[in-house]
């Protein structure tokens, strides 16, 4: 079955990086848009960041551009958010998702349909 | 960027009842709107996508609307496994923004 399943969480201080993976299986990982979407703790949903089936397209929150990169690797069927720079506001548990539409490029539009079951990042020092 | 205002922020209904969650767009979006369902330390669930077409195996009893910038989602008969709380998504443009949430609790 189509499943996503994050890890590389953890407690880091202030400053410092984290590399967050999801591993997706049960689908053509080449095929769909993927995102990851945070959740401080007793808050609400924020997307975070996004990258279109092709790479052709990536996108980011505000408060994270410059800090944030995110990344796929076909070959491992992965996909990656480096962190760098953390600050205590990125405190959440992070989830990756997947598109629900495949080959979703510039002119379509597309939301989620499976998610992952979220690793929690801790910035503290 | 595209805020999005859910109402109420929570409610409380008996099983059996009919209950509403609006969801404001603060500008046109089409029919890009989503909803998901979120239990306690559980991760999110996607039950609509497009205003009004259901996700894949769920139940016929959620459904939504569109009136203009206002989305509707409603759950026709609620039972005490919807006791959750819901978020509306805009995926009309980037950054893609949720709304602030509606906990739904059983009488």
């Known amino acids: 079955q189509v499943q996503l399943v994050e890890s590389g969480g953890g407690v880091v201080q202030p400053g410092e990086s984290l590399r967050l993976s999801c591993a997706a299986s049960g689908f053509i990982f080449s095929n769909y848009g993927m995102h990851w979407v945070r959740q401080a703790p007793g808050k609400g949903l924020e997307w975070v960041a996004f990258?279109?089936?092709?790479?052709?397209?990536?996108y980011y929150e505000d408060s994270v551009k410059g800090r944030f990169t995110i990344s796929r690797d076909y070959s491992k069927n992965t996909l990656f958010l480096h962190m760098n720079s953390l600050k205590p506001e990125d405190t959440a548990v992070y989830y990756c998702a997947k598109e629900l539409l495949a080959s979703c490029g510039g002119d379509c539009f597309s939301t989620f349909d499976i998610w992952g079951q979220g690793t929690m990042v801790t910035v503290s020092s | 960027d595209i805020q999005m205002t859910q109402s109420p922020s929570s409610l409380s209904a008996s099983v059996g009842d009919r209950v509403t969650i609006t969801c404001r767009a603060s500008?046109?979006?089409?029919?890009?709107l989503a909803w998901f369902q979120q239990k306690p330390g559980k991760a999110p669930k996607s039950l609509i996508y497009?205003?009004?077409s259901l996700q894949s195996g769920v139940p016929s009893k959620f459904s939504g609307s569109r009136s203009g910038t206002d989305f509707t989602l409603t759950i026709s008969s609620l039972q005490p496994e919807d006791s959750a709380t819901y978020y509306c998504?805009?995926?009309?443009?980037?950054?893609?923004?949720f709304g602030q949430g509606t906990k739904v609790e059983i009488k």
């Open positions: 500008q046109g979006i089409s029919t890009f």
């Open positions: 998504q805009q995926y009309n443009s980037f950054p893609q923004t």
């Open positions: 990258m279109r089936y092709d790479e052709s397209n990536e």
């Open positions: 497009a205003a009004s």
